[in-house]
């Protein structure tokens, strides 16, 4: 079994990726109560994410992805320190890219973009996008509020978006409708062309640490609703 584990919706949007590409029983572990993370200091985030790692250990997984760009980027080292399985980062996509000539902007939460991680990898210009996540946790993937806010925070011209937190990828058909002259980067979709598991059939239990009514709603529009074996509100 494989551990997944984000603040909540976005680590299931990269599980599409990875579905894509691989198959394998995963636990998804997406810790709702206490997003958003891109608000938190590197310290409580690595706190928070030690207990994830430790959840998921407990239900037997093997080894663990962080599909967390804010986890990756703050606390990826201290929980490879930490645990003796292999942990695997949301950020380990830089390895399979090469940094293009053009311009490059990531948008992602605060805590990401001030680890500067991006900014270091590919010269990027960050953005920090502090309301995105927890509207797309709303369900904004494609009406007027996230639509004005990505018209707000996105610059003109021809440049490359990196996708640096993992809930913006349901923003992609928005954003090519918005700026049809950028090309925008998914990390979890080149980590997995990459990074492919092939143990089984592919399954997910969901435990999420707050009750969201919106889940099996966005399961079944990422096409995962088939392989969802129960979804678990921890109390
Ligand atoms: N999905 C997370 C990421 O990739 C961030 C969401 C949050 O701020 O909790 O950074």
């Given at each position: 079994m494989v551990g997944f584990f984000d603040s909540g919706l976005g680590g299931l949007v990269a599980l599409k990726e990875f579905f894509s590409n691989s198959c394998a029983h995963v636990v998804y572990f997406g810790d709702l109560k206490n997003q958003?993370?891109?608000?938190?200091?590197p310290q409580e985030i690595f706190n928070l994410s030690r207990k994830a790692v430790d959840f998921l250990l407990e239900k037997g997984v093997r080894e663990v992805f962080i599909v967390c760009n804010t986890v990756s980027a703050n606390a990826l080292d201290d929980l490879r320190a930490t645990f003796g399985i292999p942990i695997h980062g949301i950020t380990d996509w830089l390895r399979y890219y090469t940094p293009p000539s053009k311009r490059v902007y990531v948008i992602g939460t605060p805590a990401t973009i001030r680890s500067g991680l991006y900014q270091k990898a590919l010269g990027a210009e960050g953005i920090e996008t502090p309301e995105l996540a927890l509207l797309i946790e709303e369900g904004?993937?494609?009406d007027e509020t996230v639509r004005e806010y990505l018209q707000r925070v996105l610059p003109r011209g021809e440049y490359v978006l990196v996708?640096?937190?993992?809930?913006?990828?349901?923003l992609e058909p928005l954003i090519r409708e918005i700026r049809p002259e950028v090309e925008t980067v998914d990390p979890a979709r080149i980590l997995f062309e990459n990074v492919r598991i092939n143990d089984g059939r592919r399954k997910v239990d969901v435990f999420l640490t707050a009750e969201n009514p919106l889940y099996p709603d966005f399961l079944k529009r990422l096409g995962l609703w088939d392989y969802v074996g129960g979804i678990d509100v921890l109390r």
């Open positions: 958003p993370y891109g608000e938190k200091t904004h993937w494609e996708l640096g937190c993992t809930h913006y990828p349901v």
